[in-house]
């Protein structure tokens, strides 16, 4: 398995009507996010952002940008409904998000 591709892919709803894609990997989040409208940047994309980065060079784990980008999908409106939010090591392995 690649070592940038996120355990279980987070799930978005880009906008009512369009089906859900999924994000598999740091890769493929980054280019989400480097697409992301500049009006609409601000801290939680930031951090999702350098979390995504530092993974491609082995600053951050591949868990912590899938947290960080899954976190920034949700707090954005994009998280799927029936999307799984990756949980902290040792606390479980998934929840289901509350979007």
Known sequence: MDRLQFEVPVRIA?????????????????DFLQEWPKRRQGKIYEAAFNACFGATVD??????????????????????????????RGAGTHREARA
């Open 59 to 88: 600053v951050a784990s591949t868990e912590e940008a899938c947290r960080a980008f899954a976190t920034f999908c949700r707090v954005s409106g994009l998280l799927a409904r029936d999307a799984m939010f990756p949980g902290k």
């Open 14 to 30: 880009p906008a009512p009507g369009l089906p859900v894609e999924e994000i598999y990997s740091v890769e493929q989040a980054l």
